[in-house]
């Protein structure tokens, strides 16, 4: 069996495992990632599509989170800007909604200045007479309405676009390929995978092990077998109506349990979610619920 060696071995071609391998190449060092089917093809294409500042992180004290979330959006504002756009962001506040106009207010008062404010930071409130134009927002109990801006990214392009960027600086990718096992050595690892060509092996001084819900199934598969992860698989459904939008993206409240839920423009159609929902099965087989379709709708 044909053996490489590399300074890192990752395992998943997600945004993480693309991260990763562009961070380590850029660093110099040896990378090969192997990813099972392609590119993105789990939660890295199945998100919301955006790239926030971590606005409600706020509301759990995270300010340090939310500063970070906003540096980060800089960057990739800055250097995927053909990919990480600015879009403006509505919040209305209905006479029945549990965040009150105060708080909300407070709330982007707080984000625009951990944003250094930044003119992509500021807020406004929608005058009155333009609530009209907001993609037919009900009006019924409408008390006030908010503008901010966030990033929306194509997440699947954006992952693409971060492995090329590593392939470009000396990373290899191996796709498909199926991790068959690791030994931790002295030395490093011992890798084997198999690909179309059959199977093969590597060496490694470090694997990094980037299979977003399949990590447990990964680190199964290593010997001497690490510690399992405690985590919980948590599916988040996302809806999409045949009706385009064309002001922006909403930030509303679902009237069920007050959670915040993301109406988004996506392709000429409308994209709304997120629900929350703890998963057992297997991640491949991941599919809506019909009590999730009726809580988004």
Known sequence: MPTDSYDLVIIGGGIHGAGVAQAAAAAGYSVCLLEQSFLAAGTSSRSSKLIHGGLRYLESAQFNLVRECLHERALLLKLAPELVKLQPFYIPIFKQTRRRPWQVRAGLSLYAALGGFDKSALFKQVPRRQWTTLDGLSQEGLQKVYRYMDGQTDDAALTRAVM??????????????????????????????????????????????????????VLA????????????????????????????????????????????????????????????????????????????L
């Open 221 to 296: 598969k290593i010997r001497p077998e690490p510690q399992r992860l405690e985590m919980d698989l948590v599916q988040g459904t996302h809806i999409v109506i045949d009706a385009p939008l064309e002001r922006g993206i909403y930030y509303v409240e679902a009237p069920q349990d007050q959670r915040a839920v993301f109406v988004i423009p996506w392709q000429g159609k409308t994209l709304v979610g997120t629900t929350e929902t703890i998963y057992r099965g297997d991640p491949a087989e991941v599919a809506p619920l019909a009590e999730e379709e009726a809580y988004l």
């Open 164 to 217: 090329a960027s590593a392939r470009s600086l000396g990373a290899e990718l191996v796709m498909p390929a199926q991790f068959l096992q690791a030994e931790i050595t002295p030395d490093g690892c011992e890798i084997s995978y198999e690909t179309e060509q059959g199977e093969r092996g590597c060496r490694a001084r470090l694997l990094v092990n980037a299979a977003g819900p399949w990590a447990n199934r």
